[in-house]
C-alpha cells in the first residue's frame, strides 16, 4: 500500500546539512518521483524542489543554493541534499510522484521531520 518510502530527516543545528531519499516501494512501477514539498505548524504546504518534465531542476527562491535535487536512475531514488540549514527550513517534508508518461499526480511520500535548532 505504500507507494513513496522517504527517510532522511532529523534534527540538525542551524548551518548543518541533511540530505533526504525517496524511493518508490519495490513493486511500485508506475510512478515517477519528482519532488519536495515541505509543511511547517501552521502554514501551507509549498513546493521546495522538483524535476521538470524537460529534465531540468526548479527550485523554491528560499533555498535556491542550499538545496539541492538529484536523481539515482539505477537506485531509482530521489535524493534532496539541504545545506546551511536554518530554522526557517524545519517542516515535515513530503515527497511527490507523478505517473509514468503522464502529469497525473502519483503519491506523497509518509513525510519526514526535518528540525533546525539555532
Known amino acids: 500500500q505504500v507507494q513513496l518510502v522517504e527517510s532522511g530527516g532529523g534534527l540538525v543545528q542551524a548551518g548543518g546539512s541533511l540530505r533526504l531519499s525517496c524511493s518508490p516501494s519495490?513493486?511500485?512501477?508506475?510512478?515517477?518521483?519528482m519532488g519536495w514539498y515541505r509543511q511547517a505548524p501552521g502554514k501551507q504546504r509549498e513546493l521546495v524542489a522538483a524535476?521538470?518534465?524537460?529534465?531540468?531542476?526548479s527550485y523554491a527562491d528560499s533555498v535556491k543554493g542550499r538545496f539541492t535535487i538529484s536523481r539515482d536512475s539505477a537506485k531509482n531514488t530521489v535524493y534532496l541534499q539541504m545545506n546551511s540549514l536554518s530554522p526557517e527550513d524545519t517542516a515535515v517534508y513530503y515527497c511527490?510522484?507523478?505517473?509514468?508518461?503522464?502529469?497525473?499526480?502519483?503519491?506523497w511520500g509518509q513525510g519526514t521531520q526535518v528540525t533546525v535548532s539555532s
Open positions: 519495490e513493486n511500485n512501477f508506475t510512478e515517477r518521483v
Open positions: 524535476f521538470t518534465r524537460g529534465g531540468s531542476t
Open positions: 511527490y510522484s507523478m505517473r509514468y508518461g503522464t502529469i497525473q499526480f502519483g503519491s
